[in-house]
């Protein structure tokens, strides 16, 4: 069964490439969704997958970006919007 999470990353996660890493990571993992840069300087991710999926997206995001990210918060939401894929959000 699916899950949908969202995801906030704060901490130095802008002006190094976190998004298109993040994008590659998904893709790899299969999982879909967005990411984007938010105006307060953390990364927001929404992604949806099977548990399995997402704890592995998880996790090599974590580890990619250990000197970078200081705080992660994730929320799992209904999982109820549905994905083609997963991309960069530009707004």
Request: proline share 1%.
């Amino acid at each position: 069964m699916e899950k949908q999470l969202h995801i906030f990353y704060s901490g130095r996660v802008q002006g190094i490439g976190f998004r298109y890493t993040v994008l590659e990571i998904a893709t790899q993992e299969k999982v879909s969704g967005w990411v984007k840069n938010l105006k307060d300087s953390r990364v927001e991710v929404v992604v949806r997958g099977e548990q399995y999926l997402l704890d592995n997206f998880i996790k090599k995001v974590g580890f990619k970006f250990s000197n970078y990210i200081k705080d992660t918060v994730i929320e799992e939401l209904p999982a109820d919007l549905e994905f083609q894929d997963f991309k960069i959000k530009f707004e």
